[in-house]
C-alpha cells in the first residue's frame, strides 16, 4: 500500500491537471452498515445474547434452540456458525470473544459453558450444575464469571491462553443482600476490580469486590437494573425492562468506585413485542437483539436493529 501511495505521488508532482476535483467530493467516511440485521428465519429461534468484535464480527445466540449465528456488520444476514443442539448445546445466552479470539458461549439450561474456536471447533464444555441456568459472563485478566439465574449465584473458572478451567461456585445466593431472585447481566470494570451484576427480581445492580466477594448495592438515582450491560469506562449501559411492555437502553455514570450511579439517558423504547434483551457497541452505535421473548416463541424473522435514540 505504501509504495502505490507514494507512486502516486510522483505522478501527481510532475501532472498539472486540467481541472482539480475539491476534497470535499470524495468519500471520507466509512461504508453505510445496515440498521437491521436478520438473524434467523426459523421458527422458535428466539435470539438472546450479542457480541460484536473490534473487526466488526457479529455473533447472535438462539436461547430456543442452542444454534450460534455469525456475521458482519457490513452484511445484513448472519449465517450459522454453530448448529443448533451440536455438542448438547440445546440453548444458548451469553456470547463473548475473549482475548485470545475463543468464542464463549453460555449454554443456559444445559447447565454449561462452552468454549470454541474462530472456526467453531469445541474447545471445551464445563458443567455447573443440575438445574443451573448460565446466563451471561464477563472476563477478567485470568477468570471467567457467570452469572446462574436459576441458582442466584456466580460461579468463576480460570481462563488463560491454555484454556478454560472447571466452573465452581464463586459468590453463592446466601452470601448475596438482597436476596437475589433472577441474576442477569454481569460486566467487569476495566481495572478488574469489580464485577456489576444485573438482579431483574429486585431490581437492582450489585457491585460485587473480586478480591473479598463483598456485595452492596450501586446507588442510583433511578431504577438501575436490567438484562444484557455494557460497560465502557464508567459508562454503562443496560437493557431495562421499563414496565407496560417498553424495554430501553438505560445509560447510568458510576463513580470511579463503582458504588455510585447518575441515570443520563434513555434510549426510544424497542418496538412493540420486540422484547430486547441484550446490547453490544458497533463503533459509533448500539446494537440490541429483538429476542420477542415476551410472545415467545414470536415469530420470524428474527432480528438485531440499532438501538434508537443512544449511542
Known amino acids: 500500500m505504501t509504495s502505490r501511495r507514494l507512486t502516486a505521488a510522483l505522478l501527481a508532482a510532475t501532472l498539472i491537471p486540467l481541472t482539480a476535483a475539491p476534497a470535499a467530493a470524495r468519500p471520507t467516511t466509512e461504508p453505510r452498515h445496515p440498521s ?3 438473524v434467523s428465519e426459523l421458527a422458535g429461534d428466539t435470539p438472546e445474547g450479542i457480541e460484536i468484535t473490534r473487526g466488526g464480527t457479529i455473533y447472535v445466540t438462539s436461547v430456543g434452540t442452542g444454534a450460534v449465528y455469525r456475521g458482519t456488520v457490513r452484511n445484513p444476514r448472519l449465517k450459522t456458525f454453530l448448529p443448533a443442539g451440536s455438542d448438547g448445546r440445546t ?10 479470539g475463543r468464542v464463549l458461549v453460555a449454554g443456559a439450561g444445559t447447565g454449561r459453558l462452552y468454549a470454541y474456536d474462530a472456526r467453531g ?3 471445551a464444555s464445563r458443567f455447573a450444575a443440575e438445574g443451573s441456568f448460565l446466563n451471561d459472563f464477563a472476563f ?5 464469571y457467570v452469572t446462574d439465574s436459576a441458582h442466584n449465584q456466580i460461579w468463576r473458572a480460570s481462563l488463560t491462553r491454555h484454556g478454560l478451567g472447571e466452573l465452581k461456585p464463586w459468590l453463592t445466593r446466601d452470601r448475596i443482600s438482597p436476596k437475589p431472585y433472577f441474576l442477569n447481566g454481569i460486566v467487569a470494570t476495566p481495572d478488574g476490580s469489580t464485577l456489576l451484576v444485573g438482579e431483574q427480581g429486585q431490581n437492582v445492580t450489585y457491585r460485587v469486590d473480586i478480591r473479598t466477594g ?11 437494573s436490567g438484562d444484557g450491560y455494557l460497560l465502557e469506562g464508567h459508562r454503562l449501559y443496560v437493557v431495562h425492562n421499563a414496565g407496560g411492555g417498553k424495554y430501553v437502553t438505560r445509560l447510568a455514570r458510576l463513580d470511579r468506585t463503582w458504588s455510585k450511579a447518575t441515570i443520563l439517558a434513555d434510549s426510544v423504547p424497542g418496538e412493540a413485542g420486540a422484547t430486547p434483551t441484550t446490547i453490544a457497541r458497533d463503533r459509533h452505535r448500539l446494537l440490541w437483539v429483538n429476542s420477542q421473548l415476551d410472545q415467545a416463541p414470536g415469530t420470524p424473522p428474527y432480528t438485531v436493529t440499532v438501538v434508537p435514540g443512544l449511542r
Request: no cysteine; charged share 20%.
Open 91 to 100: 440453548q444458548a445466552t451469553g456470547v463473548h470473544v475473549d482475548r485470545w
Open 214 to 224: 463483598a456485595v452492596k448495592v450501586v446507588e442510583a438515582d433511578g431504577v438501575l
Open 121 to 123: 471447533r469445541l474447545l
Open 36 to 38: 437491521t440485521y436478520v
Open 140 to 144: 477478567t485478566a485470568d477468570a471467567v
